[in-house]
């Protein structure tokens, strides 16, 4: 059936049609597309009503337009999670049936900045663990992690040697997470956390920053996870009132 047979917007079509062909295996993932030129006479558009298709299909993260090299094909992401879900980045990549890992960077004991103060909602706070890791997914890095507990809770940083700290504060603390607060942030290129991640330069990457209560409502554990946007990607059921 010819794209211009039907009464749709035709600019719909070329991305219903690009769609399909992507589904296909036609242009596989990392491919680069045809020139705007050779993909405009072979659909029978114009190459304006190609541009507004390219436009839509970027805008839906399906391909990546790199200024002045072409139109590629995006990653699908490997990891998928609700997220109303709380669910730890070691489940997720089990999940996914791959096997996670953890590199450690660092593991310090520091003072609270007046920020941590107020997010633990604690002014006798008197020093944090913290812990930079790199996750990993088959050994390949996914997720840089900046995390913070304070030192009440659990001492010997020394143990820290764990996939999990949701399991790791529940076993050694018994402190169980009931649940966090999760602000979501899209960021580009970052100069120190995207080469760690081995991340393209115009591969995104989703910032969740998340402070997890326990049972008693009390602040326990301050994250900052840094996704790779085309490995992850989280969803959320909402539901009128």
């Given amino acids: 059936m010819s794209i211009r047979s039907d009464s749709r917007h035709l600019y719909l079509l070329v991305v219903d049609r690009l769609k ?22 072979s659909l029978g558009v114009s190459r304006a009503t190609l541009r507004e298709a390219l436009r839509v299909l970027e805008e839906e993260n399906i391909v990546i337009r790199r200024h002045g090299v072409g139109t590629f094909v995006n990653s699908k992401p490997v990891f998928s999670s609700g997220i109303e879900q709380l669910n730890s980045v070691t489940e997720m990549i089990s999940q996914a049936g791959m096997k996670a890992g953890t590199i450690f960077l660092t593991s310090t004991i520091e003072s609270p900045t007046e920020e941590d103060i107020k997010k633990f909602n604690d002014p006798s706070l008197e020093q944090l663990l913290h812990f930079e890791r790199v996750r990993t997914a088959n050994d390949q890095p996914v997720v840089y992690c900046i995390d913070k507990i304070p030192t009440s809770i659990v001492e010997d940083y020394q143990s820290y040697k764990n996939e999990s700290l949701l399991e790791l504060l529940e076993q050694e603390a018994g402190r169980y997470v009931s649940y966090a607060v999760t602000h979501i942030e899209p960021v580009g290129y970052h100069d120190k956390i995207s080469p760690i991640l081995e991340c393209e330069p115009e591969t995104a990457m989703l910032v969740l920053k998340q402070m997890h209560y326990d049972q008693e409502d009390e602040p326990i554990l301050y994250s900052i996870n840094y996704f790779r946007a085309d490995k992850f990607s989280f969803h959320v059921l909402r539901k009128r009132p």
């Fill in 20 to 41: 399909q062909d992507i589904e296909n295996k036609i242009y596989k993932e990392k491919e680069k597309l045809p020139s705007e030129f050779e993909l405009s006479r």
